[in-house]
């Protein structure tokens, strides 16, 4: 094991980084406003300034640390504006822990309809209600500082998959110029920007968009336009490509991911924040995450199952339900039922991520991914 000294700059900043092994996996600690965060760490996905069909209460109790929301979303409704008045977002939804929002760079792009990109910025139609928007750097970053996240997102395009050469060349070097926009327009103290670097699935791109944005000095990099379709080895390789270009004491926050199976992989290249919507998303039809893959609680097999969904799992729906009665509670439309489904995927992944960090800290962290891999069918 090698311990290597963290700086404690600004906000966000990462430090105590402890690698292990021969892989880039490393255990660490990043600064904010809201408190000091171990990674790696999963973060819940709260879009509209909720993580659907769980209280702050719960949350903390399951032991999130940083939780997701959308400027996209929180920009048409209700108004950044109107967070602002409400005393800011961790007031309005009463969080007192870490906050990141996402810039709307991927919202845009797959959410607004009959959208259309200039140096400017993006128009697009409203998934609301039909009306024309628009979206720029200086646009995002003033609706994030409106919502005063501890973390937040420069404005990016997040490529589609699969892309031609020349459109993500372009794309990438309009994301870095969009980069820079939102490092100028981004003046609140006490908050931390970071970059994101796209390439689409080009090595050279990726290397490119991550050496052009280190340059900017950001306190952390989000890494984008990954978990868009593409097959997982391409992520991986895009990983490989990309993490150890960028700095060592900063944070790598790869956006969108995952499974269980995902995690593992991205933490052994170096990565360590993620969000993912899945945990909750498949939780909302019946589907609960377990270390040996998924679990469709809804089936007729569980009707009289009267064991937990995991009898290792220390959740409040492992520690007093059966899967018997959450299949009852699933075919009767009763929104208990989808509240203990996600109460429990989400406790999966905060403790998945609470044991890789175990691992590394421990120095038995490739042992750990074999074991996992061995036993988890994707
Ligand atoms: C595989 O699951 C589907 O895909 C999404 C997760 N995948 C994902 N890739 C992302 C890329 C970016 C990016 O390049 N830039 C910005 N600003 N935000 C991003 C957010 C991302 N989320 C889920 O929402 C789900 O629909
Ligand atoms: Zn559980």
């Not at 961790?90 to 797959?110: A, P, Y």
């Not at 979206?135 to 490529?159: H, R, T, V, W, Y």
């Not at 199976?261 to 377990?290: H, K, Q, S, W």
Request: hydrophobic residues 40%.
């Amino acid at each position: 094991t090698c311990a290597f000294a963290g700086q404690k700059k600004v906000l966000a900043a990462y430090e105590e980084a402890v690698k292990c092994g021969y892989s880039g996996a490393r255990a660490g600690r990043l600064h904010t406003p809201h408190g000091v965060f171990d990674t790696p760490m999963f973060m819940p996905v709260g879009t509209q300034a909720t993580v659907k069909a769980v209280s702050p209460r719960e949350l903390k109790e399951m032991g999130a640390q940083i939780i997701l929301s959308n400027t996209y979303h929180l920009y048409l409704r209700p108004g950044t504006e109107l967070v602002a008045e409400a005393g800011g977002l961790h007031r309005f939804m009463d969080w007192d822990g870490g906050i990141l929002t996402d810039s709307g760079g991927f919202q845009v792009f797959s959410l607004g309809p009959l959208r259309k990109i200039t140096e400017e910025g993006a128009a697009f139609r409203s998934h609301i209600d039909g009306s024309t928007q628009f979206l720029s750097p200086e646009i995002a970053i003033k609706a994030q500082m409106n919502l005063g996240a501890d973390i937040i997102m420069a404005f990016d395009e997040c490529i589609p998959y699969p892309a031609e050469y020349q459109y993500a060349k372009l794309s990438t070097e309009r994301t870095t110029r969009w980069a820079e926009r939102s490092q100028k327009a981004h003046t609140r103290s006490g908050q931390a920007l970071f970059a994101i670097v796209q390439g689409g699935m080009y090595q050279d791109l990726r290397r490119v968009s991550a050496n052009d944005l280190v340059s900017l000095d950001f306190p952390g990099y989000g890494i984008g336009g990954l978990s868009v379709g593409e097959p997982k080895p391409v992520m991986y390789e895009m990983l490989e490509q990309t993490v150890p270009l960028l700095p060592e004491n900063k944070p790598r926050y790869l956006m969108g991911v995952g499974t269980p199976d995902c995690l593992v992989e991205a933490v052994r290249y170096g990565i360590d924040m993620f969000d993912c919507v899945f945990p909750t998303r498949v939780a909302r039809n019946g589907t609960a995450m377990t270390k040996s893959g998924r679990l469709v609680v809804k089936n007729a097999a569980y009707a009289k199952d009267f064991l937990p969904i995991d009898e290792n799992c220390g959740c409040y729906a492992c520690q007093n339900f059966s899967r018997a009665y959450i299949r009852h509670l699933l075919k009767a439309d009763e929104i208990f039922g989808l509240r203990l489904t996600t109460i429990h995927n989400l406790y999966f992944l905060l403790d998945f991520t609470k044991k890789m960090r175990q691992a590394i800290l421990e120095d038995r962290f490739l042992s750990f991914r074999e074991e996992f891999l061995a036993q988890y069918c994707k």
